[in-house]
């Protein structure tokens, strides 16, 4: 998944899934509560962004950066599902390794 343009819920919550990698390559992520999962990395880093809490998880083993405009707390993001697609609830900041 590729961020080229803003996202801006306000004060309402961002959920992003990605099977591969979650790319911001311009643009600003703006929420509450910022959820991303990925299988592989998360790289949002645009010096915009501005979210109050984050929550960002891999499957995989690749990197996870965050960039935000004032600070930010790490958190926990609830679940949610919105006709097929699924975000499932995520704590903290986690990279897992699937090789074990």
Known sequence: MT?????????GDVRLVSGANINQTAGAVTAANLGATAATGIALAQSGNDATTVALGTSGTGTI???DTNGFTVGQVA???????SFGLTTGVVTKDRKS
């Open 3 to 11: 961020l080229s343009d803003n996202v801006n819920a306000g004060a």
């Open 65 to 67: 950066s965050y960039r």
């Open 79 to 85: 679940a949610q599902t919105v006709g097929s697609a």
